[in-house]
């Protein structure tokens, strides 16, 4: 992932530079090394070598008498080989060694909750973004009106969590006729997904126009406007702003600012994130990376969350550039990993 291999002493006192900057937030020089390191080399090896990592890309000298710090890519170098290491137990920084213990059909609940642990074990942003319920298999569905044009799906899941939606159909629908369509989903689309049920009912409404009347080209109307509709949408849980408030020698108040307002939005923001979603246990982005600039002061730690091989989500962390990897990458993995299994042992 490097695109240059550093010889092992470059590696180490790179690897040395950005831990000691990641403490202490001010540019490291050579004499700061020789000081504090065990390294069996000379002041002037160590500066030759910080220089041609500089020249490499890897450092950077803010002031001509000043030590260096880590750009972009010396970072993403120093979080490469993290992955490599074996992380310390998560009880050196007292994460609780229980799962989500709240109502666990409370879906809702156990997002809200996996979002504070965050912020609170990270001391930055967490956040969570919740499921696109359409791409979830369910085992029960039921349509409840509960205005002129607005539909509450009630949802049932393959491992048991009881999810809501409300749709603005844009049709009248009676409540009757919603009660049939129900019962037509379950009777047909048993541990399917909604997306399934869009793209079947508008493959065959030609077939079974007349069979159900008007029912069924409302019903696929409805699949089609919800379908729609969640694109537009994800739910994010945040938790935290104010941690980041409280760090302004960490990041440029502005873009903060900025920052902030997408988060109000939350549309630009979710967006982003979901584009992130795999099957990686854990991805961290640095800055440029993101390729998002009103937060290129941060990093970006996240995670997905799901049952057996469904993905249904995202969570994480947003921090600073200079936050504690090896204590933040092992935490974002380990939420994630409980809130999988407790979703899972639901069943």
């Given at each position: 992932?490097?695109?240059?291999?550093?010889?092992?002493?470059?590696?180490?006192?790179?690897?040395?530079?950005?831990?000691?900057?990641?403490?202490?937030?001010?540019?490291?020089?050579?004499?700061?090394?020789?000081?504090?390191?065990?390294?069996?080399?000379?002041?002037?090896?160590?500066?030759?070598?910080?220089?041609?990592?500089?020249?490499?890309?890897?450092?950077?000298?803010?002031?001509?008498?000043?030590?260096?710090?880590?750009t972009d890519k010396g970072l993403r170098?120093?979080?490469?080989?993290?992955?490599?290491?074996?992380?310390?137990?998560?009880?050196?920084?007292?994460?609780?060694?229980?799962?989500?213990?709240r109502d666990k059909s409370d879906f809702?609940?156990?997002?809200?909750?996996?979002?504070?642990?965050?912020?609170?074990?990270?001391?930055?942003?967490?956040?969570?973004?919740?499921?696109?319920?359409?791409?979830?298999?369910?085992?029960?569905?039921?349509?409840?009106?509960?205005?002129?044009?607005?539909?509450?799906?009630?949802?049932?899941?393959?491992?048991?969590?009881?999810?809501?939606?409300?749709?603005?159909?844009?049709?009248?629908?009676?409540?009757?006729?919603?009660?049939?369509?129900?019962?037509?989903?379950?009777?047909?689309?048993?541990?399917?997904?909604?997306?399934?049920?869009?793209?079947?009912?508008?493959?065959?409404?030609?077939?079974?126009?007349?069979?159900?009347?008007?029912?069924?080209?409302?019903?696929?109307?409805?699949?089609?406007?919800?379908?729609?509709?969640?694109?537009?949408?994800?739910?994010?849980?945040?938790?935290?702003?104010?941690?980041?408030?409280?760090?302004?020698?960490?990041?440029?108040?502005?873009?903060?600012?900025?920052?902030?307002?997408?988060?109000?939005?939350?549309?630009?923001?979710?967006?982003?994130?979901?584009?992130?979603?795999?099957?990686?246990?854990?991805?961290?982005?640095?800055?440029?990376?993101?390729?998002?600039?009103?937060?290129?002061?941060?990093?970006?730690?996240?995670?997905?969350?799901?049952?057996?091989?469904?993905?249904?989500?995202?969570?994480?962390?947003?921090?600073?550039?200079?936050?504690?990897?090896?204590?933040?990458?092992?935490?974002?993995?380990?939420?994630?990993?409980?809130?999988?299994?407790?979703?899972?042992?639901?069943?």
């Amino acid at each position: 992932m490097n695109s240059v291999t550093l010889k092992d002493k470059d590696t180490q006192i790179l690897n040395f530079l950005v831990e000691s900057y990641l403490k202490i937030g001010k540019p490291i020089s050579s004499g700061y090394i020789s000081q504090k390191s065990d390294f069996t080399v000379s002041p002037a090896t160590i500066r030759n070598i910080m220089a041609k990592l500089e020249q490499q890309g890897y450092l950077y000298q803010p002031h001509t008498s000043a030590g260096r710090i880590p750009t972009d890519k010396g970072l993403r170098f120093y979080v490469n080989n993290l992955f490599e290491e074996a992380f310390p137990p998560l009880r050196r920084i007292g994460f609780p060694p229980e799962d989500f213990t709240r109502d666990k059909s409370d879906f809702h609940s156990l997002l809200v909750q996996a979002s504070k642990w965050l912020s609170e074990y990270s001391d930055n942003l967490g956040f969570v973004i919740s499921p696109r319920i359409s791409r979830i298999n369910f085992k029960y569905l039921r349509l409840i009106k509960i205005s002129e044009k607005k539909v509450m799906i009630i949802l049932v899941t393959t491992f048991n969590l009881v999810l809501t939606e409300v749709v603005d159909t844009g049709t009248y629908f009676t409540q009757l006729e919603l009660d049939r369509a129900s019962r037509y989903i379950n009777e047909n689309f048993k541990e399917k997904n909604l997306l399934f049920v869009h793209d079947y009912l508008t493959k065959e409404v030609p077939t079974y126009r007349i069979q159900f009347e008007d029912l069924f080209r409302k019903l696929a109307e409805l699949m089609k406007v919800y379908v729609y509709q969640e694109k537009e949408e994800h739910e994010l849980f945040l938790e935290g702003t104010s941690k980041l408030l409280e760090k302004p020698d960490f990041i440029d108040m502005e873009r903060l600012k900025s920052l902030f307002h997408n988060f109000d939005e939350k549309t630009r923001i979710t967006k982003l994130l979901s584009e992130f979603i795999s099957l990686d246990r854990v991805k961290v982005l640095i800055g440029s990376e993101m390729n998002f600039p009103d937060i290129s002061d941060c990093s970006l730690i996240l995670s997905h969350y799901g049952y057996d091989r469904q993905v249904l989500g995202s969570l994480g962390i947003i921090g600073p550039k200079r936050i504690p990897y090896r204590k933040i990458i092992p935490l974002v993995d380990c939420v994630a990993k409980k809130l999988s299994r407790t979703i899972s042992d639901n069943q």
